[in-house]
Nanobody, 114 residues
Framework: QVQLVESGGGLVQAGGSLRLSCAAS????????MGWYRQAPGKQRDLVAR???????NYADFVKGRFTISRDNAKKTVYLQMNSLKPEDTAVYYC????????WGQGTQVTVSS
């Protein structure tokens, strides 16, 4: 069973930055497209950014130009650099595969104050 451990969240003022990390305990990490998702209270979990096996990336419109996803296959880790944060970015952030997902981790809380 693969375990996903997200970290790097915290409280930041609007306009600030955070860098999230997500490490997979095992598994064929390098052979999977990975994504960062977020879920705000009372809302569904949304895909924020994805990175393919070849390193190509895609972003949701609401983070395009502000967030950058990257991966280090040797470390089985995917990152999310978040800049120009807004209060509406407040959510619990998770990582997972894009399809045939592993069990969800606990996520990391990001809170952006105005």
């Amino acid at each position: 069973q693969v375990q996903l451990v997200e970290s790097g969240g915290g409280l930041v003022q609007a306009g600030g930055s955070l860098r999230l990390s997500c490490a997979a305990s095992r598994g064929t990490f390098s052979f999977n497209a990975m994504g960062w998702y977020r879920q705000a209270p009372g809302k569904q979990r949304d895909l924020v950014a994805r990175i393919s096996i070849d390193g190509s990336t895609n972003y949701a419109d609401f983070v395009k130009g502000r967030f950058t996803i990257s991966r280090d296959n040797a470390k089985k880790t995917v990152y999310l650099q978040m800049n120009s944060l807004k209060p509406e970015d407040t959510a619990v952030y998770y990582c997972n595969k894009i399809s045939n997902m592993w069990a969800w981790g606990q996520g990391t809380q990001v809170t952006v104050s105005s």
